[in-house]
């Protein structure tokens, strides 16, 4: 698939079918994530596929997941914008589930510079960034394959680093449930915003 096509057609899936995701369009994902710009040119990154049921079960027992939307998250929902509430309305209640059952689980790991409780400047997450910029890859390449996946930070990383058994120097960026979509899957339009007006050209 062409890039600016893949890039296009890139969504949030949090409802996957059960059909198999070949090893090779893994292998091909996460290589494409190696090939990101990094800090240093370190590439300090790490992967774990996360197949076992229990260990998932574990990994949702690190965090705060509701089932359904709690009545004081939707107060503070009704400031949002109108596609932003009825996404965050579909996704809290999928939380778990996808964790549990998505075709893949993948947990990216990095190398920080400085603990992140400690950084005081945004140089001090160069390798935070540098990450991201690794798992944009990774989601770009299985869309291009028709396999999705949703980004889910977790507000307890000490935990999941005990669950899966990750040195204590190293940080979880993110989970990410991947698979085929399912059929009943909800696909939300992409904001549109105009280029022209978030360019400014010398100065703001």
């Known amino acids: 698939m062409d890039l600016q096509v893949a890039i296009c057609h ?29 800090h240093n040119h370190q590439k300090e990154w790490s992967f774990v596929l996360v197949k076992d049921s229990g260990m998932r079960l574990r990994l949702t027992q690190t965090e705060e997941m509701a089932e359904n939307v ?8 009704e400031s949002y914008e109108p596609l932003a509430q009825e996404m965050y309305l579909d ?23 400085i603990p ?10 160069n390798c935070l960034a540098a990450v991201w910029c690794c798992i944009e ?7 291009a394959r028709d396999i999705f996946g949703v980004t ?4 307890h990383t ?14 979880v960026a ?20 105009r280029l022209d007006s978030v360019l400014h050209a010398d100065k703001w």
């Open 91 to 113: 996704a809290i209640p999928k939380q778990k589930r996808m964790i549990l059952t998505a075709p893949e689980l993948l947990v990216v790991v990095y190398q920080p510079k």
């Open 158 to 171: 000490e935990r999941v680093k005990e669950v899966l058994g990750i040195p204590q120097e190293l940080e």
């Open 70 to 77: 709690p009545d004081a998250y939707k107060k503070v929902l």
């Open 10 to 38: 890139r969504r949030t899936v949090r409802d996957f079918s059960k059909k198999e995701v070949p090893s090779e369009a893994i292998r091909e994902a996460l290589n494409a994530g190696l090939k990101a710009p990094s």
């Open 174 to 193: 993110a989970m990410i449930p991947f698979g085929y979509r399912a059929d009943s899957a909800k696909i939300f339009p992409q904001k549109e915003v």
């Open 152 to 155: 889910f930070i977790p507000q």
């Open 137 to 143: 890859n990774i989601l770009l390449s299985l869309a």
């Open 116 to 125: 992140v409780a400690a950084c005081k400047k945004v140089y001090d997450l």
